[in-house]
């Protein structure tokens, strides 16, 4: 928070009491309105935490005597409009943090009076984003291609409970971290730059626990197991990884959740496989259909068989192709279900069948499917 903010505070109105309220009085209100807004007494109330926030703050400057007298003396020059830059008709830039912290030549001054005021309260530590949480689901090869509803129990790490997420055992409070006041960063100088690193001593919270909270030992958060109902988009492919934005961990101080990540794994099927968005499928033929072709009937998954036209002469592995019966895409359309043809040899021929083959072998005799190789051989 910077000085303009600090001096702008209204912490006696904050507390409720007058300019000239006793070191009494001044406790005594701040104990009812502590009570009054504790996070244990107002659970899952954003509000009332705030307001917690602020009654501490103003306690903590104006229960402090010196700390007072420099807040008092900072308002009425600065803060009730003892000190206006610019004046009547004046029309420039003002920056308060160079009047306190001074440059060049005319450094110090009034940095120096007020330092170890401004230097002390009135910062808040930043909002913590929550962390990201990687959970695994495994589909079925319909579902994976359908899109599906699944239910997902997550472990993260979330605002504990028993002490509303203060780390503070119930009936007490922590303090704001006397090393950085509040902020959770302390900045170091690094040549012309000044950089933030997390504070080790409250290690980024901006406050100080003296008395934990059992349960979370002072950290201020807890294990928390949910289940929810995740959408898994049709057309997933196993191992593909989903992100489900904002469905991760809590934030802290109101920071954003983290997202959630999934793995997903998918089952295989005993008649279809997969090729990216298309789906691919095994169909044996006889003999005669692949010599003198046809049309056969194709299974398809969770629908109607279809039927294609097999083509005169077809070879073993030749690939047929059905259109739009493949896996959902990413635009709603679905790929093709890409047929392989597999030529079945009868292991036993008996009878009338027999006997056509042999009449088809010797009205085929002259025709030798592997001169060509034979031919090939020996030119190499």
Do not use: W
Not at 31 to 43: G, S
Not at 78 to 84: A, Q, S, V
């Amino acid at each position: 928070m910077s000085t303009k903010d600090y001096v702008e505070k209204d912490y006696y109105k904050v507390l409720g009491v007058p300019k000239d309220a006793t070191a009494a009085e001044i406790k005594k209100t701040y104990r009812k309105l502590a009570r009054e807004f504790h996070p244990d007494a107002n659970k899952g109330d954003a509000k009332a935490e705030e307001r917690f926030k602020d009654i501490s703050e103003a306690y903590d400057v104006l229960s402090d005597e010196k700390r007072r007298k420099e807040y008092d003396e900072a308002r009425s020059l600065f803060g009730n409009g003892g000190f206006r830059p610019g004046g009547a008709g004046g029309n420039y830039n003002f920056d308060f943090g160079d009047l306190f912290s001074g440059s060049g030549a005319n450094s110090g001054g009034l940095g120096d009076v007020f330092g170890g005021l401004f230097n002390r309260g009135g910062r808040q530590a930043q909002p913590r984003r929550g962390a990201d949480v990687e959970t695994e689901v495994t589909l079925s090869f319909v579902e994976a291609v359908d899109g599906a509803t699944v239910p997902l129990r997550m472990t993260s790490q979330a605002p504990c409970r028993a002490c509303a997420g203060t780390g503070a055992k119930t009936g007490t409070t922590p303090r704001v971290c006397p090393t950085c006041v509040g902020a959770g960063t302390v900045s170091r100088g690094q040549g012309a730059f000044a950089l933030s690193d997390p504070c080790r001593d409250c290690k980024g919270r901006g406050m100080i626990v003296d008395d934990p909270c059992t349960v979370c030992h002072g950290s201020g958060r807890a294990s928390s197991a949910r289940t929810m109902q995740v959408r898994i988009p049709a057309g997933v492919q196993d191992g593909q990884r989903i992100r489900l934005k904002g469905k991760g961990a809590q934030g802290e101080r109101g920071g954003q959740p983290g997202d959630l990540y999934v793995s997903v794994h998918v089952d295989g099927h005993p008649v279809f496989g997969r090729k990216a968005d298309n789906l691919t499928v095994t169909v044996p033929v006889t003999f005669p259909e692949a010599a003198l072709g046809g049309t056969i009937e194709v299974p398809t998954l969770n629908g109607p068989a279809v039927k294609l036209k097999l083509p005169a002469g077809s070879a073993n592995g030749l690939t047929l192709r059905a259109r739009g019966k493949g896996a959902t895409r990413k635009d709603g359309t679905r790929g093709d279900l890409l047929v392989t043809v597999e030529v079945v040899v009868p292991k036993h021929v008996t009878g009338d069948a027999l006997s056509a083959l042999e009449q088809y072998r010797e009205a085929t005799a002259s025709d030798d499917p592997r001169a060509a190789l034979f031919q090939a051989a020996e030119g190499a």
